[in-house]
Every structure is written in C-alpha cells, then in structure tokens.
C-alpha cells in the first residue's frame, strides 16, 4: 500500500503509475467495505455488548476516515510540498477542544443541574 | 524514486497536464482551506447532536425513529459514487486521446448515485415526520435535523455542481478551468462521504446499538 513508486514510472506523477493508481482507488473502496460492513452487522444482530459496540463503531469510524483521507484525498505523511496535513491535524485540534469541550461543559452542567 | 511531490489534496494530475497541474496548486489548496472549515461546522453539529441526546422532552428517540437498513444503502452508495468519481478524475488524467467520453460516462454514474442518496435521504426524512420526529418535537430533533439534512443539502449542492461542470465539458472540452473545477468537485465529494462515516457512526450506529 505504501510501497516506494517504481524508479520507471513515466508519468512522473506522485500517485504512482496508472495501474497503482487505479489500484489505490479499488484499496480504498476495498478497506471501507471492510470497515463498513462488520460494523453493521455487529449492530443488526447484537454481536457484541453495548459499550464494547460503541468502542467498535468509534475505532471502524476513525479507521476508514484516515483510509479514505489516504486511498481517495491523497493526503501522505510526506512528500507533499503543501501544509494539506498539517491543516487536517490543526482542524483536529480545533474540534478536539471546541466539540469535546462542548460535550464536557454540558455533560457536566447537565449533572449539576440534576438532569435527566 | 520519484522526485515529483503532490501540490494539493486529491490526485494530482501531474506534468501530463502541466498547465492545469501548475494552477490546480492555489486553487484546489484554498478549496482545501474551505473544506477544513466545514469540517468543523459539521464536527460541532456533531458535538451538539451528542449533548441533545437525552433532551427527547418525552419525544421518541433514536430507536423508535432510526431504520438501519436504509442507512446501510445509502452508505453504500455513497461509497461507490466516491470510488466511480475517482475512475473519473483517472480517466481524464490518463486517457493520452483527452476523450470526453470516459469522464463524461463516469461522472454520469457519480451523479446517478449521488442523486439516489439524496433520494432516499428524503424518503427517509419524510418517514421521519410521519413518525412525529418534527424538528420542533424535542432539543434532540432539533439538532438531529440541524445535521442531517445539512450533509444532504451539500450532497445536493455538489450534484449540482458536477452538472454544471458536465455541461462545460461539453460545451467547452477538457480545458483548464474545467479539469481544476473537476479536481475541486474531488475533494468536496470524498470529503463528503468522510463526513457521512461521522454522520453514520454517531447517530445511526451509536443511537441503534
């Protein structure tokens, strides 16, 4: 998946010759399938106890975010002359602190307030 | 090696196509930029949604409203309209005869299956209200279809797109503003079905499991 492009490659492009692209694109759709479906299953037919179904879902859903961010974004952990990961890692951050800091404030104000 | 590094998100067309290569850099990366803030609008209806999730105000809650099956379609064809419009942007880059018929007949499929999600998103918004799950109903609705039907409009609104750049393919050829344009639709359309997986896992799956 992650194999150095070969030293021939005459398109010159960083996504590799065609077929690793066309292959890198069936990759992606192939490892999303592979997260999706389970998954689903797991929820259809109660394969698993509540929390360890929510922890499931949680690591499949971040799992096939980095796949597709990899396989149909194109976005590597080098060899790009943008900032395109470090603005993905600052928008991370940004959601960490404003959507989890939401969830804390008001879980915690909810338990205050005596709340359902 | 290769020496060659990737200008923006999405594949990049390469030296093939120099002069659309040389000035997809700015515009696909500031197209980026905007993405990322859309990002965290749809992050923090995330975050709302999951504070609003015992706020039901007696009102029925994710297991009377939510169908799996249905979402389960949808996600699958989402995904399959993200793989056909990469078979897209492949057959522009590397069709040495720049034919217009391969781009055309993919993005064709893309938009078929963009516009059955869309579809059956409204039929099932619709099967939502007649359960009594109006917006007005509870906190819970309320944040439910604040986010919702927001990812669906986007998805509206990028079919919408792809026509219209359809449209210039044929009026026009493959020419520069039409390849940037359709490296653009890339990134909102991947990006889009990213946002869906967060969509999915927190409310369908998270609230039926």
Known sequence: ?116 | MNTETGRHPGLNLGSGHAEAHGEAEALVFGFWVFMMSDLVTFGLLLATYVTMLDNLASGPGPKDLFELKPVFIETLVLLTSSLTYGMAILSLKHDPGRRLRPVLAWLGLTLMLGLAFVAMEAKDLHALLAKGGAPQRSGFLSAFWALVPLHALHVSAAALWLVAIAAQIWRFGLDTPVKTALLRLGVLWHFLDVVWIAIVSVVFLGGLA
């Open chain 1, 1 to 116: 998946m992650t194999a150095p492009v070969e030293a021939e490659d005459e398109t010159g492009t960083p996504d590799g010759t065609p077929r690793q692209e066309l292959r890198s694109y069936l990759w992606g759709y192939g490892l999303s399938l592979l997260l999706t479906l389970p998954v689903f299953g797991a929820v259809a037919w109660d394969w698993l106890p509540r929390a360890a179904l929510w922890w499931a879902i949680g690591a499949a859903a971040l799992a096939q975010v980095a796949v597709q961010f990899r396989f149909f974004l194109h976005i590597r952990l080098k060899g790009q002359a943008r900032e395109d990961l470090q603005l993905i890692l600052f928008t991370a951050l940004i959601l960490g602190m404003m959507g989890g800091g939401t969830i804390w404030i008001l879980h915690n104000l909810d338990g205050r307030m005596g709340g359902p």
